[in-house]
């Protein structure tokens, strides 16, 4: 499963009405209806959707034992890609592009990137608005997606029982540094791709050992790939589930 993939314009007229309006951001539900049932809520990258990563439930969880909720960034970036796409934060493409091409993939560890903090507001009325529990529910994310977790965790109102980072960054790093009560005794499962061209390797073994430091379990899964979520990884993810 290559999750950097962006429907076309056509594909997304046909299927943006399927998405529901919670709490101010679009997105679609999969899963177990019960009320009780855990919920796993994945955030998708730059430039996706929420039917990105929409197969993931139905892959990890055959079951049906999580009720699975895929959020939509705000953002409408479709002017700039030139087909349908949604970002949680902005980017400078031509910034971006220069960064992959000269300095090894675009590295965080030591900015907060503009719009960050509006994001995180909009997601977390999102998770109000969808009743998230973090004594027993998950959140999930891919590329910018998964930073966005991370920042998610910062502000929950208590840890996160597990969470799942798919080729992620460390984002402000000294920022993050006094959340340990937030991330202490956390699960973790993360994964990357030792050819990332987008987010270098070095980046997630810094939110790694970032997230170890602050006492989370961190199940850190390394691929001969590049900015992807392979099969691999989504087998090892399922044990992680344990679904």
């Not at 594909?11 to 009320?35: H, K, P, Y």
């Not at 049932?37 to 959707?49: D, E, L, N, Q, T």
């Not at 027993?136 to 966005?148: E, I, N, P, R, V």
Request: charged share 20%; hydrophobic share 40%.
């Amino acid at each position: 499963m290559n999750c950097s993939a962006e429907a076309t314009i056509h594909e997304f007229m046909f299927e943006r009405n399927q998405l529901e309006n919670v709490g101010g951001l679009d997105c679609l539900r999969w899963g177990a209806t019960d009320s009780s049932a855990p919920k796993i809520v994945i955030m998708h990258g730059y430039g996706a959707s929420a039917f990105d990563l929409f197969d993931l439930g139905q892959v990890l969880d055959p079951k049906q034992s999580f009720s699975w909720v895929f959020p939509q960034g705000h953002l409408d970036i479709s002017q700039q890609m030139l087909m349908a796409g949604y970002a949680w934060f902005p980017i400078d493409a031509v910034a971006a592009q220069q960064a992959i091409e000269q300095n090894g993939g675009l590295k965080y560890a030591h900015l907060r990137p503009a719009g960050i903090d509006e994001a995180v507001d909009r997601c977390m009325k999102f998770l109000k608005a969808i009743d998230f529990n973090p004594a027993q529910d998950l959140l999930g994310g891919f590329s910018q997606g998964s930073m966005m977790c991370i920042e998610l965790q910062r502000k929950l109102p208590g840890p996160l029982k597990k969470l799942l980072i798919f080729s992620g960054s460390i984002v402000d790093k000294q920022g993050l540094e006094p959340c340990r009560s937030q991330f202490e005794g956390a699960e973790v499962f993360q994964s990357h791709g030792t050819f990332d061209e987008v987010l270098p390797m070095s980046g997630a073994e810094v939110l790694r050992d970032s997230l170890l430091e602050m006492g989370s379990n961190v199940r850190f899964e390394e691929f001969r790939g590049g900015h992807e979520i392979p099969m691999q990884v989504l087998q090892s993810c399922r044990s992680f589930l344990g679904s």
